[in-house]
């Protein structure tokens, strides 16, 4: 009869009725010598988990290392959702201070794509380059990446309304799967949130500067802006006067407040991309883990007879081996690690369908933005127009902040998409398609 000679570290085969109300089996070895393993006999184990909960303790996995990022949406009033501290979780409420300061917000950006409507229509049917300006390229490149910013935030905010209690229930369910699983989903979050809102505060700075010390050229281009946003006329625009200075200001504000927006929700999304991609790091350890405790056995005589069912002469059948004790290794059973990837799956497709909406926008917008920047960098080159060094850094920051976002936000999905392979065969159908029972009958292993 074969024997099987993989190796079972720091682990001990225990016999029936020696088997502890904390131990799952793993599998047994039948008449023929070959270890099997039986999703659908594996027990779950509800003390484990309970002990998990209490481990993991009863903080909202989310609440403090996403601070930052929350704190800063909610100054811009794009932060629809408050905490509980009583339940210990986020919830909608729509008389809430949060809500009430989103509606305003919204109700604005309502406001503004009117008077941006108008304004385009009038700067294309009458265009007035700004005398204060030598370029009206560069003005037309800011008015169109500014009206960009201004689209995708209020596609944001709409986004956000129509999915309120959908998105507080995302959140809410990534804490109970921290809770369930013990997967370290804030891991490097705090971190990464602090790199995401200084990167977003320093171009906001960058941008305040160059446009304070510009000179003309970044006057003209203020100008336009508040030509298109606000339907200031020109002439009004041409006087020297404080009310002017004061426009300006007001200005330069709500163009920072449309960055916050749009870029924000955009790092909300990478933050979420983050947690995922620790949820699938931690079960991947947890799938290694189990496979070495389940494929290694130990290579010596009374394991050999216990698994082999030859001891004292006597077939064993499938109860002379319930289970294996792990040691200091973190695995857990099979069926616990078919329940844990279903879970993660499905917080991949709820943060797709959650933010399809604002990815489409941004990538439209951001490939609109690229071809433009690139193509008047290319224009004003090619008839030999002079650039000003303001002109070369404003122009270089926006280049340099599009690309980065960019890139930070395709790495980000494509990551998450890569490891969850959710295209790849994975014995999982778009939630509602398979009954949860059916997911384990992918999972009966026999090894010989």
């Known amino acids: 009869m074969p024997t099987l000679k993989r190796k079972l570290q720091n682990k001990t085969i225990i016999e029936e009725g ?8 793993m599998g047994w070895v039948n008449e023929n010598g070959v270890w099997k393993i039986d999703i659908n006999t594996i027990e779950t184990e509800k003390v484990e988990a309970r002990s998990a909960t209490e481990k993991n303790g009863s903080e909202n996995v989310l609440y403090g290392p996403t601070k930052i990022i929350r704190i800063t949406l ?20 729509w008389c809430s201070v949060a809500a009430i300061h989103t509606l305003i917000t919204y109700a604005w950006l309502n406001a503004l794509m009117v008077t941006t409507s108008i304004g385009l229509a009038r ?5 007035i380059p700004s005398p204060t300006s030598g370029s009206h390229e560069m003005e037309l490149m800011a008015v169109i990446i500014i009206v960009g ?12 309304f129509c999915n309120r209690h959908t998105f507080c229930k995302f959140i809410n369910n990534l804490d109970s799967l921290h809770k369930k699983t013990g997967f370290d989903l804030a891991k490097g979050l705090r971190k990464s949130s602090f790199i995401l809102m200084i990167f977003l505060g320093a171009f906001i700075l960058a941008m305040l500067v160059a446009g304070v ?33 004061v426009v300006h200001v007001v200005m330069g504000i709500v163009i920072g407040h449309l960055f916050v927006i749009y870029k924000g929700s955009l790092f909300v999304f990478v933050a979420i991309c983050h947690v995922l991609q620790n949820a699938l790091r931690d079960w991947k350890i947890q799938l290694s883990n189990t496979l070495e ?4 056995v130990e290579d010596s005589p009374s394991a050999t007879k216990a698994i082999t069912g030859r001891r004292k002469g006597k077939e064993r059948d499938s109860s002379s081996v319930k289970a294996v004790e792990i040691g200091k290794r973190h695995a857990v059973s099979m069926d616990q690690l078919v329940q844990y990837h279903w879970d993660v799956v499905k917080s991949v497709r709820e943060t797709e369908k ?8 941004f990538y439209a917008t951001q490939v609109v933005t690229l071809c433009l920047e690139l193509y008047l960098v290319a224009y004003r080159v090619s008839v030999g127009e002079e650039y000003r060094r303001e002109e070369v850094a404003w122009q270089t920051i926006i280049i340099t902040q599009t690309f980065v976002v960019f890139f930070l936000v395709s790495l980000k999905a494509s990551f998450v998409f890569e490891e969850c392979h959710v295209a790849r065969g994975m014995p999982f159908g778009t939630p509602g398609e398979i009954e949860h029972p059916k997911i384990y009958e992918t999972f009966h292993t026999e090894v010989a």
Request: aromatic share 16%.
């Open 18 to 25: 020696q088997v502890s109300s904390t131990e799952s089996p």
């Open 123 to 127: 700067l294309f049917l009458y265009p």
């Open 74 to 93: 909610m100054i811009v009033g794009i932060v629809l959702y408050t905490f509980n501290e009583s339940k210990n979780e986020f919830e909608f409420r």
């Open 354 to 361: 959650l933010f399809a909406t604002t990815l489409q926008c």
């Open 213 to 245: 010390f510009g000179g003309q050229s970044m006057q003209g281009i203020v100008d336009a802006l508040t030509r298109v946003l606000f339907l200031v006329p020109q002439e009004y625009l041409n006087q020297e006067t404080a009310a002017v200075k």
């Open 149 to 160: 910013c201004l689209f995708n935030a209020w596609v944001e905010v709409f986004n956000l």
């Open 293 to 296: 405790v389940i494929w290694g």
